[in-house]
């Protein structure tokens, strides 16, 4: 019997399919091989016990025995401390990872969120918020591509840091947000062309598509 859980949603809706964060979560368990299964709150409602594993009333969150965690990026570094295939075991190795994690989340992510919430509501016309959003991400996307251009992946070996950037960048490609930055679109490519990605990713649509089976 499996002692790690990952949490998400009983449904979601057509669009975030295949991009639902807990997928971050089924990729590096799969890297790991670790043992798992997924349980599944409800969409429609979020219920008391939700809010106590996630206190947004969001997805996902783990359970390793005793101990609950949200937070994509919190959930991927404890993970990280159960194998070397997601967080290099050196000191500077573990600490070049770390900070790239964090760089995905609070540098990158920052970005793309916003950029790509106006690309969902398609309001990317001429308005001086969209212009602010889209010079930020671009500003990003620029350094980055700098450092992809160097490197197969962010921190020496594949690691949890190439997990969420990988998975920060794939949102923006998907609004065609990288055509000018070939280095990030191939670091995506190489990323998401991994068996752990293809597999999670899979899992994912089979999930929801299930779910819809169940409602009709
Ligand atoms: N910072 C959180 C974000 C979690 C998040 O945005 N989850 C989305 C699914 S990918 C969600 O639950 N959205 C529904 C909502 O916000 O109500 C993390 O990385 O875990």
Same mark, same amino acid.
């Given at each position: !019997? ?64 005793? !101990? ?41 992510? !920052? ?53 969420? !950037? ?51």
């Amino acid at each position: !019997m499996t002692d790690l859980i990952v949490t998400t949603y009983d449904w979601v809706p057509k669009v975030p399919r295949g991009y639902v964060r807990d997928l971050r979560i089924c990729w590096a368990l799969k890297e790991a091989g670790l043992p798992y299964r997924v349980e599944t709150t409800p969409f429609a409602t979020r219920e008391a016990d939700h809010l106590a594993h996630q206190p947004f009333a969001q997805v996902p969150w783990l359970t390793d025995g005793d !101990m609950s965690i949200f937070e994509s990026g919190a959930i991927l570094l404890h993970l990280g401390h159960r194998s070397d295939n997601l967080l290099p075991d050196d000191p500077q190795g573990r600490n070049a990872a770390i900070a790239w994690v964090i760089a995905a989340l609070n540098s990158v992510e !920052m970005a793309s969120v916003p950029w790509s919430l106006f690309h969902f509501s398609g309001d990317v016309g001429e308005s001086a918020a969209w212009t602010r959003t889209d010079a930020f991400l671009q500003s990003r996307l620029q350094r980055l591509e700098t450092v992809l251009a160097t490197g197969q992946w962010l921190a020496g070996p594949f690691c949890v840091a190439d997990i969420l !950037m990988a998975d920060v960048l794939r949102l923006v490609d998907r609004f065609d947000g990288l055509a000018a930055y070939p280095a990030c679109r191939a670091y995506v490519g190489r990323a998401i062309s991994r068996p752990a990605f293809l597999k999670a990713h899979a899992e994912q649509i089979a999930h929801y598509e299930a779910a819809d089976r169940s409602r009709a």
